[in-house]
């Protein structure tokens, strides 16, 4: 079960980087405007953030798990 958290913990961060990628793609392009860099780098931030709380979440049970 604690392999299964750990796979599923990786794919997630995976696509999470991915769509930061290609947040940040999105950015640098000049046909961006203002407003619309504004809202990639709040989601962005979003995507580190919930990358951070699935990590977080992921070694909470894997703590758990791995104690019963």
Known sequence: M??????????VLL???VMTVSFVMG??????????????L???????YAAAK???WSDRLVHRLSHH
Do not use: F, Q, Y
């Open 42 to 48: 709040l989601m962005i931030c979003g995507c580190v």
């Open 54 to 56: 699935v990590t977080d």
């Open 27 to 40: 950015v640098g392009t000049s046909t961006t405007g203002p407003v619309e860099k504004v809202a990639l």
């Open 15 to 17: 696509a999470l980087a």
């Open 2 to 11: 604690v392999v299964l958290v750990r796979i599923a913990r990786v794919l």
